[in-house]
């Protein structure tokens, strides 16, 4: 049920709570987190549910294990490291203010919205409110219309464990969205698409309200030139696979094409057929499977599939046999080959289980490839010769890496996470989260023992001769 007072009134509510306590203690920061772990760990049985019936189906296991668990090694950071992440860091100060002392102290931003995403609700959640409720700060969170089970409950579980000026939560549309982003908070941090950020900031910018935003893009996957002949090739095949069909391709840094030698798209075929076989056997009807979170994604994926196959491209099942339903929207991983261009499927974020597969002459194409297109939020890069690593390591850019793997750099709570042009801007997680939520404030002492008095009028010879020995 929505809540009873009016958006603004709650925000309000808030900001005048954080004013009146600007900095809490450690104490204070450590029992919200708490509460907030304590709240997840209460209720994982009637998490996963709402997360499932939100989708249609999505296993309990996978919540657990991409939403839950990430949460609390999220919270469990935090509180290991808060101590030293609010302690005054002391900088080095120039020669000529000697013997003074300068240091940087993080102090709470105060009232800070989150704008939370449908594909991961609950951990796309609790991640930026460790980092929020760690540097000190109250929330307020805006929860996804599309995963309205979700929503309601974690309103609910967010009434009972926290007090309204600490932690809210509000439910409802995109009318309700957009005058969320209008609010005028400290801070305000945005997980979706890409177009939806650029709208987000646009209402933030009129309250000057500071934004992170964290977007998708298309990202790539590159294997190696010379990994099939290593031995490493059906290994790394694995890995992509997997990284695509967790949660049926709706994750940000999923995945968006693959990169490979030309000559070795039918033995990815054969790989990745396997690898389908052995983690989805019977996909129709396999319960580790995730299902299309609506009619609308579902829609728009069968719509790249009929506008590639029109195209003459070459369409791969990658569970023969499995045929997509519209009924339950489920629908069963595809390679898409031979593809223009100029197909949505090569130009928007995927967010599905479609992977196209594209063949290159030698690396230095590939990285052309990657590099002439907008700055992914994350990329894949499998090889075993470090020379190769480096080169793509150092002439790409992008939000993350995973080197011979995919997706876990997001799950390594001491490395930001964040992208880069249109798919984010600023960053968080563990420490860089801490910072992002935080007044970094400039501190000087002066010493009373200070030559500053040298430099005030009437400027005269003494003034003259020591602005010549600084300006050396």
């Known amino acids: ?66 939403e839950l668990f990430p949460s609390h090694a999220a919270i469990g950071h935090a509180r290991r490291h808060l ?13 000529w203010f000697q013997p003074g002392r300068a240091e940087v102290r993080y102090q709470p931003l105060g009232a800070v919205g989150i704008i939370v995403p449908w594909n991961y609700p609950i951990f796309l959640a609790a991640a930026p409110l460790a980092a929020a409720l760690a540097a000190g700060n109250r929330a307020l969170v805006k929860m996804s219309e599309n995963t309205p089970a979700t929503a309601s409950l974690f309103a609910e579980l967010v009434a ?17 969205a957009q005058e969320f982003a209008r609010l005028p908070f400290d801070h305000l941090l945005f997980t979706g698409s890409t177009p939806v950020g650029r709208q987000v ?23 190696g030139p010379r990994l099939a002949a290593s031995g490493h090739f059906a290994r790394a095949v694995e890995r992509i696979i997997i990284g695509k069909c967790m949660n049926a391709g709706q994750t940000c840094i999923a995945p968006d094409y693959v990169l490979l030698p030309a000559g070795q798209e039918q033995a990815f075929i054969e790989h990745a057929r396997q690898v389908v076989a052995d983690c989805y ?37 990658l569970a ?38 594209l ?21 894949y890069y499998f090889d075993r010769e470090n020379a190769n690593i480096e080169r793509v390591l150092n002439e790409t850019v992008a939000g993350g890496v995973t080197v011979n793997d995919t997706i876990l750099h997001i799950a390594q709570d001491d490395l930001p996470f964040g992208g880069v042009g249109p798919s984010g801007m600023g960053c968080y997680h563990g420490f860089a989260g801490f910072e992002t939520f935080s007044v ?28 010549r020995i600084l300006l050396r």
Not at 208 to 215: D, F, K, M
Not at 325 to 353: C, H, K, N, Y
Not at 362 to 379: G, H, K, T, Y
């Open 281 to 317: 056997p019977a996909i129709e009807s396999n319960t580790d499977y995730s299902t299309i979170v609506d009619q609308r994604q579902y829609a728009r994926l069968c719509a790249y599939v009929e506008e590639a196959r029109a195209g003459n491209a070459k369409i791969i099942d």
């Open 83 to 95: 101590r030293r992440w609010m302690r005054p860091r002391a900088r080095s100060v120039s020669l």
């Open 160 to 176: 009972r464990y926290f007090a309204d000026d600490e932690l809210s939560v509000v439910e409802g549309d995109v009318g309700v």
């Open 1 to 66: 049920m929505p809540h009873p007072d009016p958006l603004a009134s709650r925000f309000t509510r808030l900001q005048l709570a954080a004013r009146g306590d600007s900095n809490p203690d450690r104490a204070v920061r450590e029992r919200r987190l708490l509460t907030l772990d304590r709240l997840l760990l209460d209720n994982e049985p009637a998490i996963a549910d709402a997360v499932r019936r939100d989708f249609g189906h999505r296993s309990a296991a996978e919540t657990r294990l991409l």
């Open 440 to 467: 970094k404030k400039a501190v000087f002492r002066q010493s009373r023992l200070s030559a500053i008095g040298l430099f005030k009028p009437p400027y005269g010879a003494v003034f003259d001769r020591l602005t």
């Open 359 to 379: 063949p290159y002459r030698d690396l230095d194409e590939a990285i052309r490839f990657v590099n002439s297109r907008p700055r992914p939020l994350a990329l």
């Open 320 to 357: 023969p046999g499995a045929v997509a339903d519209s009924a339950t929207r489920r629908l069963p991983p595809l390679a898409l080959l031979d593809l223009s261009d100029s197909l949505r499927v090569m130009q928007e974020e995927i967010f599905g289980p479609l992977l196209p597969v």
């Open 201 to 223: 900031m646009r209402a933030a910018a009129d309250s000057l309200t500071p934004v992170t935003l964290e977007l998708g893009g298309k990202s790539p996957a590159i294997i």
